[in-house]
């Protein structure tokens, strides 16, 4: 199967800009006259290690092809001690090569040609904020009970761009510990006793998580994810065999496919918040889907698995998500049951033009500003379902909303009267309302007054977000003074107390939804 539809996060090298102060070391496995400080091709140290021992904060090292085996780093992490009840040690990290603080690592032709072998160690220790970038990192293995088999990174803050880490084991976070990582690839990484086969506690940019495997969190572990492919990760049953993607992560516009958990477990994701996630194709080990997410927020998300008995989503929280027909979900929120009508069901999951899933969202859960493909995450000024934007909308109401009334989503239906109640379409979306019956508006009741105050009753739906104002005298501007927002409507009416208006008044109020 072709997948080039949907893989965004292409492997290139990235060129560093440098102040002038800053010196290049330079390396070359095959220079036969290696002399510190390694500053010219011609004098190259034929060792990573040598160049970075020579070089200081800000400086490049920049190594040429090859594959480098050499070297033997041991690192004592004091900031990151290892936790077991009331002991606490050091994590110790053997690795091929060890960056401080404020160096980066840069291949010159990119990671198919430039390798790091770990073999009985980690290929690479990040410390700080330094950088590695262009350089495939395999066959790594941080040993039993240890962290990072192809890197192990102190924080966050360390950098690793462009890079290709696979077929690496350890513990946990087989492939990265901790770390940022962009445009990387991370394959075939199996964590041999925890979570975390491809990485743990990162944050990923734009990188594609496939092959991975682990107990807990195939794909990742405890990290966040931006615009990442993440497809046929495993969790296996060595120890909780729960979600195949991932395991207590964010992932924000990302496309999840074919990931497997342990027959009855999850098989994508555990303790999870997802927006903006295309998941489809998702199964356990004997090829069902009965279980897909488990204690999970979910943000307009599209999830899929037509080829099954029907995946069950109770026990999560959805709102403003596509799910198939058939799903147990129960309707409200802003979640709809019908297909998302994607290009192609199989291969291409970008939105046809007439699917309901345009313009369905809700901004307010928008993490990021650009889609899967890298395009405005919002266009006509409501955010889509699923990872993808479409990018040409007709219509700026929810294709959804005019489907389930019979209008059309041209654009021609957005601003008419269908029902003859003075609100137009667009309004009457805004409010939630139905377009069609005219007896089906945002009004007010009359209120009633109480020792407490006065009590305000609006015609409402459930889940739309209304706020309040009152005003004391229409005839001064603003008339009108906000007195409570986030108020979530409630199915027929919802109530609210002014518990300022006690004295004879008069009061107005007015409604509206955010």
């Given at each position: ?172 976070g087989a492939g990265v510990y901790l770390g940022t990582l962009t445009n990387c690839i991370l394959s075939k990484n199996v964590a041999t006793y925890d979570g975390g086969g491809g990485a743990y506690g990162s944050v ?43 395991y207590s992560n964010v992932m924000n516009n990302c496309l999840i496919l074919h990931n497997e958990g342990h027959v009855g477990r999850a098989t994508v994701a555990v303790a999870s918040a997802l927006t903006n996630c ?190 309040l104002q009152s005003g004391t005298n229409l005839s001064v501007q603003p008339a009108f003074s906000s007195i409570q927002s986030n108020l979530v409507g409630q199915a027929g009416t919802t109530s609210y107390t002014d ?16």
């Open positions: 199967m072709k997948w080039h539809q949907i893989t965004s996060s292409a492997v290139c090298l990235i060129l560093f800009v440098f102040n002038a102060t800053a010196t290049v070391r330079y390396v070359d496995l095959n220079c036969t006259n290696a002399t510190p400080p390694y500053t010219d091709w011609s004098i190259a140290a034929t060792n990573i290690q040598d160049a970075i021992n020579s070089a200081g904060s800000g400086d490049l090292v920049l190594v040429t092809n090859g594959i480098y085996r050499s070297g033997n780093q041991f690192f004592v992490d004091l900031s990151n001690p290892i936790v077991n009840g009331n002991f606490i040690s050091s994590r110790f990290i053997s690795s091929r090569i060890e960056i401080p603080s404020g160096v980066t690592v840069s291949s010159v032709n990119g990671p198919a040609v430039t390798m790091i072998e770990g073999t009985s160690r980690s290929c690479a220790a990040l410390i700080g904020n330094s950088a590695l970038s262009g350089f495939t990192l395999t066959n790594g293995n941080a040993g039993n009970g240890y962290l990072g088999g192809g890197a192990y990174c102190q924080t966050t803050n360390a950098l690793i761009s462009n890079c290709i880490i696979c077929s690496n084991t350890a513990s946990a990923m940019n734009n990188c594609t998580l496939i092959g991975n495997t682990a107990s807990a969190g195939g794909g990742a572990f405890g990290s966040v994810l931006n615009n990442c492919l993440v497809i046929s990760n495993r969790a296996v049953l060595s120890g909780i065999g729960a979600g195949g993607a991932g295309t998941i489809c194709y998702n199964h356990d080990n004997y090829g069902e889907a009965e279980i897909v997410v488990v204690g999970c927020i979910l943000r307009n998300c599209i999830l899929l698995q037509p080829s099954f008995a029907g995946p069950f989503y109770n026990g999560n929280d959805l709102k403003n998500c596509c799910v198939e027909p058939k799903a147990s979900l129960v309707a409200g929120n802003g979640n709809i049951k019908i297909s998302p009508l994607f290009v192609n069901t199989n291969s291409d999951f970008h939105l046809q033009s007439n699917s309901p899933c345009i313009n369905s969202g809700n901004n307010a859960f928008v993490a990021v500003t650009n889609d899967f493909d890298g395009n405005p995450r919002i266009v006509a000024g409501t955010v889509d379902m699923g990872a993808y934007e479409f990018q040409s909308p007709a219509s700026i109401i929810s294709y959804a909303y005019l489907q389930q009334y019979g209008l059309p989503t041209d654009g021609s239906a957005d601003d008419l009267d269908s029902d003859g109640d003075s609100l137009n379409n667009w309004k009457e979306w805004k409010a939630g309302t139905n377009p069609t019956n005219a007896a089906s508006v945002l009004q007010l009741a009359s209120p009633s007054n109480t020792v407490s105050g006065v009590t305000v009753t609006w015609q409402s739906v459930s889940g739309v977000t209304y706020y518990t300022t208006a006690t004295t004879g008044g008069p009061y107005f109020y007015r409604v509206g939804v955010q």
